[in-house]
């Protein structure tokens, strides 16, 4: 089993930021993926932001230049800084990785975004 820890979500103003953490816990081996995705109200949940186990990375279009996915491997730890974050980010945030063939979810950590 795998245990997922987020933390760093809030109420920011508009042009604000935040960053948020993912720290894994348990049977973990190899994590070959981790990603932060994202789900408003009455939407689905989408990929917001992955990075591989060798670095590399991956963004939805609607973050590119505003968001930063990043990750210690000695800590088990993922992060993603949020800048020039808008209303329309305001979602619950859920980190997920990727340990063999089974994927984990964390609980999810609020994100508002005020105007």
């Known amino acids: 089993q795998v245990q997922l820890v987020e933390s760093g979500g809030g109420l920011v103003q508009a042009g604000g930021s935040l960053r948020l953490s993912c720290v894994a816990s348990?049977?973990?081996?190899?994590?070959?993926?981790m990603g932060w995705y994202r789900q408003a109200p009455g939407a689905q949940r989408v990929l917001v932001a992955g990075i591989s186990s060798g670095g590399s990375t991956n963004y939805a279009d609607s973050v590119k230049g505003r968001f930063t996915i990043s990750r210690d491997n000695a800590k088990n730890t993922m992060y993603l800084q949020m800048n020039s974050l808008k209303p329309e980010d305001t979602a619950v945030y859920y980190c997920?990785?990727?340990?063999?063939?089974?994927?984990?979810w964390g609980q999810g950590t609020q994100v508002t975004v005020s105007s």
């Open positions: 348990g049977s973990i081996f190899s994590i070959n993926f």
């Open positions: 997920k990785v990727v340990v063999g063939l089974r994927q984990y």
